[in-house]
């Protein structure tokens, strides 16, 4: 049988939350709906944080709420879930008021990164994710938790892995609903990938899924989701167009491209559920609204000739 990867499109929120071109609510949700019509059932849509420091991300509740009265968005047994990211439970009462379907917490692998993201320490950022979980979990909530800079750190340089296994087994030990390990600053390259991955495997319970969120700065994203997916991954976060990157990572470039990733996997055997064809009709409609061309390989070369 084939094995199934699932896809987390983050071009609405990760690709867009440090773009010079500010995106209306209209064109927020005029994204999401094609990355839904390319059949991706997941889509992290909005950042709960503070819009002076993120403002590309002030109209996070607006956006929930136009969703919210899509016809794609109400179908019985196969809508789309719509993620919000939060840092702390502030973020996550905006998320809640807001009728966020899933959230997502952010950690820190590093004080300093920690620091200049979320204005607290690395420890304080897991027990505000603990936190989270806890509540998120009393609402019924699906909670992921993404540990940033899992393989280096713009301020720190290498993040030693034993001090990431040791924070995958707090947050484990809290029952979110997903770990994901990210690549950040993409500083990683596969065979790291595996080693983290493995070890993580061992140290997560039955029940809590294992993601990935990699970026393509030094060009060995794609790399890394495959290694990641060949590892035991079952969710790989990618962006359309390969748009994104974090404003608070100096030169930390885009997301790998969700097309690339789909090209990828389905060639490799791996069943996605997510149309090539449609995601290369989304990612050139991006480019025409961005003005200018995405990172995106797939959707200049197309397909596989036939």
Known sequence: MQRTVEIVDVAPRDGLQSDAVMFTTQQKVALVERIVA???RRVEVASFVNPKRVPQMADAEAVLAELAQRPWSRAEGSGPSYIGLVLNERGFDRALA???PEINVVVMCTDTFSHKNQ?????ASIDAAITVIARANEHAIPVSVTLSAAFGCPYE?????????????????????EIALADTIGAAVP?????LVTSSRALI?????LRAHFHNTRNTGIANALAAVESGVTVIDASLGGI????FAP???GNIATEDVVYMLERSGYCTGVSLTKLIEASDWLERELGRTVPSLVAKAGPFPA
């Open 38 to 40: 390319a059949g991706v």
């Open 98 to 100: 807001a009728a966020t």
């Open 119 to 123: 204005s607290m320490s690395s420890q």
């Open 157 to 177: 340089g290498v993040v030693d892995p034993q001090h990431v296994l040791n924070i995958v087994d707090q947050i484990a030990g809290a029952r979110p609903t």
């Open 191 to 195: 065979n790291q990938v595996r080693e």
């Open 205 to 209: 319970y039955d029940g809590i899924a």
């Open 244 to 247: 994104g990157g974090c404003p």
């Open 251 to 253: 030169r930390a470039t």
